[in-house]
């Protein structure tokens, strides 16, 4: 048994996707959470940008003394995940594996859809981790930069006519090539859940890397013995922009009061 902390970071809300998660999965864990609302957009930036402020996140959750980090983050998963292994003495988990073992699974046709940031898309990792599991695989991505300001703006929900304008435009694709399994390959995109699935319909089965992430977790924290015996865990929240708004979104997303939860810090300290 193994009481430390679970770090977990993303560029602003998206990574609550997997802390929803892994509260489910593992509710006797402490998770501190840190988003970077200051610096979000990550997707549209150069590798280089993404992996400065990688370490910074990094940096500032390793201030605690954590068992293991997830990054919750796709955009710093397919560009800096290897470096941060190398550089960082705890295990870190990113979303790309685990979301591409669970799609490959899933696929009956073996047309899988991959939408994500930018730097995502162009990385390429998403595609190569399936294929090293199924070099038949066809695999249709695009790349969806206006879903992270409207997400991070709480234009999430089914009925807005922004989103669901905007989602009808980027999964065109997706519904071309006729894919049975869509993965949603950046964190922020489960809070759009609803709006995907209406817009894909029932056949297409989503795959949240958010989910992805913290079932890899709990399987990493079971083979370790790494796992904590605490009925109930304790989630800590830290933001580098003003907490307002991030409280409000995250408390309507989580199902929990979190005003007054969250605190705000200097990332360019780290
Ligand atoms: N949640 C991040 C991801 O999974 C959002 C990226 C961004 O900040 O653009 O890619």
Avoid: W
């Amino acid at each position: 048994m193994e009481h430390r902390p679970v770090g977990v970071f993303d560029s602003g809300l998206g990574g609550l996707t997997a802390v929803r998660e892994l509260m489910q999965l593992l509710p006797g864990e402490d998770i501190i959470y840190f988003g970077d609302t200051a610096r979000v957009p990550y997707g549209s930036r150069s590798p280089e940008t993404i992996l400065k402020f990688a370490r910074q996140d990094m940096n500032f959750l390793c201030s605690f003394d954590l068992k293991a980090v997830v990054i919750a983050c796709g955009t710093v998963s397919t560009t800096s995940l290897a470096t941060l292994q190398d550089e960082y003495d705890l295990p870190v988990i990113g979303v790309v594996e685990p979301t591409a073992a669970m799609a490959a699974r899933q696929t009956r046709s073996g047309r899988i859809g991959l939408i994500a940031t930018q730097a995502s898309i162009r990385s390429g990792a998403y595609e190569r981790a399936l294929h090293r599991l199924d070099g038949s695989i066809q695999v249709t991505g695009a790349a969806c930069p206006l879903f992270v300001p409207l997400v991070e703006n709480g234009r999430f929900r089914p009925g807005d006519v922004v989103i669901e304008t905007v989602a009808r435009e980027y999964l065109r694709p997706m519904k071309d090539a006729g894919v049975d399994t869509l993965m949603l390959g950046c964190t922020h995109y489960p809070l759009l859940h609803d709006v995907i699935a209406g817009e894909m319909g029932p056949e297409v089965t989503l795959i949240s890397s958010g989910y992805a992430a913290a079932l890899a977790l709990k399987t990493l924290l079971a083979e370790r013995d790494d796992l904590s015996g605490a009925a109930q865990g304790d989630t800590s929240y830290f933001v580098s922009d003003t907490v307002d708004g991030f409280e409000q979104a995250a408390s309507l997303f989580l199902r929990c009061d979190l005003k007054g939860m969250a605190q705000q810090i200097n990332i360019e300290k780290y």
